[in-house]
């Protein structure tokens, strides 16, 4: 019924067991499961992840409505053709006869919820915004208060030390948005900081005031809003929502939802994403620094005093 319905929009994966499923979910593999029972009169129940993404388990949620309405419908099937035939029978003219109508309810379980500080997850899908803001606000910081670019790159390592302990504590110990540690959720903020801040400041280290306008429009409108933080990756056109996981803004967002609710999931293409857009950062600001002491520095130049 589901693949008849849904076409390509669902894709089904068949698991052996209900702990095989339940791990699937928590290693972010899969969105759900509907867990089948052995016999045929057992009730299935249907696996959601609600941390996973609010909207895909709402999805589901309906999917078990259905379910419970089909179950429901054939046992009034069932029912008024029990009743049929009981008073079919010539016995039953006249003998008072009683019918129990059965219940039955799809149970949903939702394995990996959101946390009672962040009931819905809203603020975990906002906390993704303000990594784009401070990684361009940190960009404009470095490129125009740190004269040389030599001094560059150990200006971005302190702004993302201090920038991730700093957000870290705003996001989980104020306002609760982001679970597990501390620390590494810390080090995850500061690197992605990092990965967004480097590159524009190695354009503006490299080509100048321009590069900065550069890479804001490329963090801010081509990699922020395919970041998938606010929905999941394959509600978004294809091929953008895996592209946008290629970008700074995408991987962390994917980063801090599986550290803070997915500690079984793998998370080694988010850091490595980070880690490429840092080193590309780093490697024009590299280059600009060779230019630069190839480049006399104009105050280094003996002074001409006139002579009259």
């Known amino acids: ?82 009743i049929a035939q009981r008073l079919a029978e010539p016995a039953a003219a006249n003998a008072p006869t009683s019918f129990t109508i059965p219940q039955a309810e799809v149970p949903v379980t939702d394995v990996v919820p ?52 700093l957000l870290g504590a705003i996001l989980q110990g104020m306002f609760g948005a982001l679970q597990g540690s501390y620390w590494t959720n810390a080090a995850a903020i500061g690197f992605a900081l990092v990965a967004i801040t480097a590159p524009i400041v190695g354009l503006r280290s490299l080509i100048g005031p321009p590069g900065i306008g550069i890479g804001a429009v490329l963090m801010m409108l081509v990699a922020n809003p395919i970041s998938a933080a606010t929905m999941p990756v394959e509600f978004l056109l294809s091929p953008w929502g895996a592209i946008g996981q290629w970008f700074p803004p995408g991987a962390s967002a994917t980063l801090l939802k599986e550290l803070s609710y997915f500690p079984d999931a793998s998370t080694a293409f988010s850091w490595a994403v980070l880690a490429g857009w840092t080193a590309v950062g780093v490697l024009l600001t590299a280059i600009a620094v060779v230019r630069e002491r190839h480049t006399p520095d104009p105050l280094d130049a003996p002074e001409l005093v006139p002579v009259g």
Request: overall charge negative; charged content about 15%.
């Open 114 to 165: 959101f946390s009672d500080s962040d009931a819905r997850g809203a603020k975990l899908s906002v906390a993704a915004f303000p990594l784009v803001l401070g990684g361009m606000a940190g960009a404009v910081l470095i490129s125009f208060g740190v004269a040389r670019a030599s001094h560059r790159i150990g200006a971005l390592v302190t702004y993302g030390v201090v920038g991730g302990l």
């Open 1 to 82: 019924m589901l693949e008849a319905q849904s076409g390509d929009a669902l894709l089904l994966i068949e698991e052996d067991t209900r702990d095989a499923a339940v791990a699937a979910v928590e290693r972010r593999e899969i969105y759900g499961a509907i867990v089948l029972g052995d016999n045929p009169t057992d009730m299935p129940e249907v696996l959601v992840a609600t941390a996973a993404n609010a909207q895909v388990a709402q999805m589901l949620q309906g999917m078990a409505t259905g379910i419970q309405q089909q179950i429901d419908a054939q046992l009034r099937s069932a029912t008024e053709a029990a």
